[in-house]
């Protein structure tokens, strides 16, 4: 009886070692962890850093495109299959995102003004009733500016042709 009793008292000893073990160890597991969490949400910025980083895209510049007269429309007559006078009026815009292409188009103004005259008075009513027709005078006038600014400054410049305002009769 008196081994049962010691043996109770080493046992009891035990459960208190085990107990100060597993306390330690749940501990040691609750820091480890607080501490990966920090070092995985607040570490995070040097291979961020490290990553390349997109170029901001600058604001859209808006160069009405004007004529000689200083007039902000072009008016051109239309070839027609119907015989009678068609006429064209329209106001016109380039987009870049540059300002040394916008001083560019001012400057190369009335060489861009003339072509696109040229451009717009070649085309035929019918053809520019169509949305297609529309859609492809936009960007025959869009490459005609882009290979103008190609040949004056040595790259294209402008996104696009933007008609503001187009009217046929």
Known sequence: M???????????KGSKK????????????????????????LGGDSQEAAAPVEPVRKEAIYTKIRTLEGKPMFVVT?????????????Y????????????ALTLHMPLIVARLNGLFSTQTFEHLMTI?????????ATDLVKSILREKIGRPGIESILFTNLVMQ
């Open 2 to 12: 008196a081994d049962d009793a010691q043996s109770e008292g080493q046992g009891a």
């Open 18 to 41: 085990k107990l100060f073990i597993i306390i330690a160890l749940v501990a040691l597991l609750v820091i480890g962890g607080g501490g990966a969490a920090a070092f995985f949400l």
């Open 78 to 90: 239309l070839q027609a299959e119907d015989g009678k006078r068609h006429y064209m009026q329209a």
């Open 92 to 103: 016109i815009e380039a987009k870049s995102r540059d300002q040394e292409v916008a001083d």
């Open 132 to 140: 297609e027709g529309k859609q492809q005078l936009r960007t025959e």
